[in-house]
């Protein structure tokens, strides 16, 4: 359900009311008792719900759920010097984690209705008994710490805080007073004073979640300050390295896209404690925090796509799938993730504009009715105090959302994305800002490709293309859109949490927010690789090109046209004509210079997630993928490419756009420039990698250039993606009679014959835009 705004004087009467009901005094220093109480119940009413049936669907199956879980859990518990189950060692600190969350479920068992163990006094015993012995022998103040930190910092004292927050009465001050001093112990107010290292960004969101709740369950008000303050930094823009940029971008590890994952727990995070704070002595009031309820329609919805968010952006979760610490079996998907950030977004809205939670709500119902791979409101990741937030969006009186047209330049993450009617494509790409990709903690150690500009699409009808074992089963060396060696590589190449980055600048592109210019400048991963690679973004279509292909590695190169999933014995027909491709329910490829050159394979891959990722199932499936690419041979100098992708086009379509010579214009495909002309669109784009002149376009540095001509106005983009911030200039060679706009970074220096623009760029990859009168 919404989390209702609150007054501060709403607070107070709220807060004395709960001292009241403890048989507190009204004397100020109870009043304060009363308040750290009313934020106790309040996180309780955040993390356990309130106001659902409990004996109605999901709630029902999901409480028996708990219930049913909670009952193996107490009977498989056997306190030992080095664990507190079987197979769940301590070491390493994953264990302890794992065991405070299989406690936070006994305790959910406990104090949540329809679990079949309500109120149960043998159940309360038992989470006691493991309290107590975590305690004792490893989570206490004084005792070491040893192995990946996130368990000290993040993970445990999270769920120890949720614990203590639902027994709190039960505890009693002596078991109250040591959690309190093993979270004071683990994250020292230090770790929350300097904004470095591993506190910032969502870390820092997670951190201040287990503080400020340690406050309020010791009644300790300088934590919850503390707690509050240490916020602050997460929310202004940042121009490099971890947080949300004005663009969109969200990076966490100094150089990964991050918003699908560590944005999810940023953003739900900040809702939970933005949402606990409201309206009492420790609101968080700081006016950064519009920025973070600007990133909901500015860095997240642009990359969901029916529930699910875009791969590009979820780092090394894309190797989990099955955890084989996770008791309940979850499929860690897109889809996963998506919904993660759908339900952060239902708890923000609480705390935002009447008009912002209209459409936000518009766009959660929009995601829930159109996710039928996973549906929303009976996703198995959620408890019941998300699942009864999102029936109630569910049920708001607001029309859903469709999916939006348009697009998206995230140039700081070196992401983009084109949204149609009927479809959705993704860019992924690297630079000496963005890494190739993320391996860490033994996941992931072979993403080597995804960022060498891997093309992800979608269709309405397409929406587990990802989800369905995609990751385990996939030749990692033939990721849909990329240009790569087929040289070998080793396991966490490049090295891990980000390390391996390509020494290039050129990495970004122009767009005027419905079509784009995007380009790479591609270095291969442990290769000699070199490539440049362009997509142009229009109506119905991505046209792809690549130049300049170079390697002396002594192996084939390859462009990888497209890798589509299947399912576990897909029948799809697969047709082929003279300049075109077809893939029946998925959509085709146009190539100007005929089929030639293009290679197809249609095979079985099998596959585990433990394969992908230590943590995850051994279990083998198997997937059939048709594989479309082409082949540049061996040590290649100067090869090329260029075909046309066309989302959801049926067989017909495709056919008559192969048969449409005039479609299309390649006016360079080169190592210098690389363009286009779409004149049914009016369209005019380039990728310089260089100074130079291709068609009426002439500039003086290496820009992306987007023009696009609507009867006698010509709307004009430029940007500089290498960044170096100095001036240039650009001419487009046709009569122009006067200007119209432009932005402050253009100045025109001359109309008529010509135009001549100088763009005074900036460092941040951004477009500039310049309309004429022609």
């Given at each position: 359900m919404p989390v209702p705004a609150w007054s501060r004087r709403t607070f107070l009467i709220t807060a004395s009311a709960a001292a009241a009901a403890l048989g507190l005094p009204p004397s100020p220093a109870h009043a304060a008792d009363g308040e750290f109480e009313a934020l106790r119940l309040r996180w309780l009413d955040l993390a356990l719900g309130s106001g659902f049936d409990a004996g109605a669907e999901p709630y029902a199956s999901k409480l028996a759920e708990t219930g049913t879980l909670a009952r193996a859990f107490r009977a498989s518990m056997a306190p030992a010097p080095v664990s507190l189950w079987p197979g769940v060692p301590f070491d390493p600190p994953a264990g302890i984690t794992q065991s405070y969350s299989r406690l936070w479920t006994m305790t959910q068992a406990y104090a949540q209705p329809g679990t079949g163990l309500t109120g149960d006094p043998a159940l309360l015993a038992d989470v006691l008994t493991g309290l107590d012995h975590l305690s004792a022998t490893v989570y206490r103040a004084g005792a070491p710490r040893y192995g990946n930190w996130w368990e000290w910092q993040i993970g445990s004292p999270r769920l120890l805080m949720d614990i203590v927050a639902a027994l709190h009465p039960h505890l009693g001050a002596e078991r109250i007073a040591a959690a309190c001093a093993a979270v004071d112990h683990f994250v020292p107010d230090a770790v929350l004073t300097d904004y470095s290292g591993t506190s910032t960004g969502a870390n820092r969101v997670d951190l201040c979640r287990s503080v400020a709740l340690r406050g309020v369950l010791g009644a300790n008000p300088a934590k919850i300050a503390l707690a509050r303050d240490a916020l602050s930094p997460v929310f202004p823009y940042v121009t490099k390295g971890d947080g949300l940029y004005a663009d969109g971008s969200f990076v966490q590890h100094t150089w990964v896209a991050y918003s699908g994952t560590y944005g999810q727990v940023m953003l739900d995070g900040l809702g939970r404690l933005f949402s606990l704070l409201a309206g009492s002595s420790w609101a968080v009031t700081d006016p950064n925090r519009r920025i973070v309820l600007d990133s909901v329609e500015k860095a997240y919805a642009p990359l969901i796509y029916d529930g699910l968010m875009m791969d590009s952006v979820n780092g090394r979760a894309i190797s989990r799938g099955y955890l084989k610490g996770d008791d309940r079996q979850i499929m860690r998907s897109d889809h996963f993730h998506g919904q993660g950030v759908i339900a952060a977004i239902a708890l923000l809205a609480g705390g935002a504009s009447?008009?912002?939670?209209?459409?936000?709500?518009?766009?959660?119902?929009?995601?829930?009715?159109?996710?039928?791979?996973?549906?929303?409101?009976?996703?198995?990741?959620?408890?019941?105090?998300?699942?009864?937030?999102?029936?109630?969006?569910?049920?708001?009186?607001?029309?859903?959302?469709?999916?939006?047209?348009?697009?998206?330049?995230?140039?700081?993450?070196?992401?983009?994305?084109?949204?149609?009617?009927?479809?959705?494509?993704?860019?992924?790409?690297?630079?000496?800002?963005?890494?190739?990709?993320?391996?860490?903690?033994?996941?992931?150690?072979?993403?080597?490709?995804?960022?060498?500009?891997?093309?992800?699409?979608?269709?309405?009808?397409?929406?587990?293309?990802?989800?369905?074992?995609?990751?385990?089963?996939?030749?990692?060396?033939?990721?849909?859109?990329?240009?790569?060696?087929?040289?070998r590589l080793a396991d966490r190449a490049g090295g891990e949490w980000g390390a391996p980055k390509p020494a290039v600048r050129w990495v970004g592109g122009a767009t005027d927010g419905e079509y784009a210019a995007v380009g790479q400048h591609v270095k291969g991963l442990g290769s000699t690789?070199?490539?440049?690679?362009?997509?142009?973004?229009?109506?119905?279509?991505?046209?792809?090109?690549?130049?300049?292909?170079?390697?002396?590695?002594?192996?084939?190169?390859?462009?990888?046209?497209?890798?589509?999933?299947?399912?576990?014995?897909?029948?799809?027909?697969?047709?082929?004509?003279?300049?075109?491709?077809?893939?029946?329910?998925?959509?085709?490829?146009?190539?100007?210079?005929?089929?030639?050159?293009?290679?197809?394979?249609?095979?079985?891959?099998?596959?585990?997630?433990?394969?992908?990722?230590?943590?995850?199932?051994?279990?083998?499936?198997?997937?059939?993928?048709?594989?479309?690419?082409?082949?540049?041979?061996?040590?290649?100098?100067?090869?090329?490419?260029?075909?046309?992708?066309?989302?959801?086009?049926?067989?017909?379509?495709?056919?008559?756009?192969?048969?449409?010579?005039?479609?299309?214009?390649?006016?360079?495909?080169?190592?210098?420039?690389?363009?286009?002309?779409?004149?049914?669109?009016?369209?005019?784009?380039?990728?310089?990698?260089?100074?130079?002149?291709?068609?009426?376009?002439?500039?003086?540095?290496?820009?992306?250039?987007?023009?696009?001509?609507?009867?006698?106005?010509?709307?004009?983009?430029?940007?500089?993606?290498?960044?170096?911030?100095?001036?240039?200039?650009?001419?487009?060679?046709?009569?122009?009679r006067r200007v119209l706009t432009h932005d402050p970074s253009v100045e025109v220096l001359g109309t008529g014959g010509s135009l001549r623009l100088r763009i005074t760029p900036g460092t941040a990859g951004a477009t500039h835009r310049c309309e004429v009168l022609l």
């Open positions: 009447a008009a912002e939670r209209d459409r936000w709500h518009a766009r959660v119902k929009g995601w829930i009715q159109r996710d039928t791979v996973s549906p929303i409101l009976a996703a198995r990741q959620f408890g019941v105090a998300d699942l009864a937030r999102l029936h109630a969006v569910a049920a708001a009186p607001v029309p859903a959302a469709p999916e939006p047209t348009g697009h998206r330049l995230f140039a700081a993450m070196d992401r983009a994305v084109h949204r149609r009617p009927g479809w959705a494509a993704n860019i992924a790409m690297a630079s000496d800002r963005i890494s190739f990709y993320e391996c860490g903690n033994g996941e992931n150690p072979r993403g080597w490709h995804t960022g060498a500009g891997m093309l992800s699409w979608w269709t309405p009808d397409l929406g587990d293309q990802y989800t369905d074992w995609f990751w385990p089963t996939v030749d990692p060396y033939r990721l849909p859109g990329t240009t790569v060696s087929t040289k690789l070199e490539a440049r690679k362009s997509w142009f973004c229009a109506a119905d279509a991505v046209v792809c090109l690549g130049a300049g292909i170079t390697a002396t590695d002594g192996v084939p190169v390859e462009t990888v046209v497209d890798n589509r999933l299947l399912g576990e014995a897909g029948t799809r027909a697969f047709t082929t004509g003279d300049r075109w491709a077809h893939l029946e329910g998925h959509g085709g490829w146009v190539f100007p210079g005929g089929t030639g050159e293009l290679h197809t394979l249609l095979d079985d891959r099998t596959g585990a997630w433990s394969d992908i990722n230590t943590t995850s199932s051994t279990e083998r499936r198997s997937r059939r993928y048709r594989t479309l690419w082409l082949d540049h041979g061996t040590d290649p100098v100067a090869a090329s490419y260029a075909y046309v992708l066309m989302p959801g086009a049926s067989r017909g379509r495709i056919a008559a756009r192969a048969a449409d010579p005039d479609w299309l214009h390649v006016l360079d495909n080169s190592a210098e420039r690389q363009a286009v002309a779409v004149p049914s669109l009016g369209l005019t784009a380039a990728n310089f990698w260089q100074a130079g002149t291709v068609g009426p376009l002439t500039v003086t540095a290496p820009v992306s250039v987007l023009a696009r001509r609507r009867r006698s106005v010509l709307d004009l983009r430029v940007s500089e993606p290498p960044r170096t911030g100095q001036p240039l200039e650009l001419v487009w060679d046709r009569p122009v």
